[in-house]
C-alpha cells in the first residue's frame, strides 16, 4: 500500500509476477533492452541482472504466476527434491496459531 502522508506515495514489493529475467527487459538484435519495471522502483538485490533466484520468487520459481505454482505442485507430489516439502510446509505455517 502506498504511504498516503506522503507527496509521492511509496511501495514495496512483496512477490513478482514477472521472470527475474524479464525484469531487466529482452535484448533485440541491435536495440537496447528496456527494463519492464524503472530499475530505481526495484529493491537492490533486484536491480542486478545477473541474479536467478530471490526470495520474491521462492522455491527457485522463475516468477509466480499460476503456471508457475502448478509447476511446484508438480514438483511437491514428485517428492524427488530434497526438502522441498519441509520448506514449502515451513513457509506455509508461518504466522499460523
Given at each position: 500500500?502506498?504511504k498516503?502522508?506522503?507527496?509521492?506515495?511509496?511501495?514495496?514489493?512483496?512477490?513478482?509476477?514477472?521472470?527475474?529475467?524479464?525484469?531487466h527487459?529482452?535484448?533485440?538484435?541491435?536495440?537496447?533492452?528496456?527494463?519492464?519495471?524503472?530499475?530505481?522502483?526495484?529493491?537492490?538485490?533486484?536491480?542486478?541482472?545477473?541474479?536467478?533466484?530471490?526470495?520474491?520468487?521462492?522455491?527457485?520459481?522463475?516468477?509466480?504466476?499460476?503456471?508457475?505454482?502448478?509447476?511446484?505442485?508438480?514438483?511437491?507430489?514428485?517428492g524427488?527434491?530434497?526438502?522441498?516439502?519441509?520448506?514449502?510446509r515451513?513457509?506455509?505455517?508461518?504466522?499460523?496459531?
Open positions: 500500500m502506498p498516503l502522508d506522503a507527496d509521492q506515495p511509496e511501495y514495496e514489493l512483496e512477490y513478482l509476477t514477472f521472470s527475474l529475467s524479464r525484469l527487459g529482452v535484448k533485440t538484435s541491435d536495440a537496447d533492452a528496456q527494463p519492464l519495471i524503472p530499475l530505481a522502483n526495484l529493491p537492490d538485490v533486484l536491480r542486478n541482472e545477473t541474479v536467478h533466484e530471490s526470495s520474491y520468487a521462492p522455491y527457485a520459481l522463475e516468477d509466480l504466476t499460476v503456471g508457475s505454482w502448478a509447476g511446484l505442485g508438480w514438483r511437491l507430489g514428485r524427488s527434491e530434497e526438502g522441498l516439502r519441509a520448506r514449502f515451513r513457509f506455509l505455517y508461518v504466522g499460523g496459531s
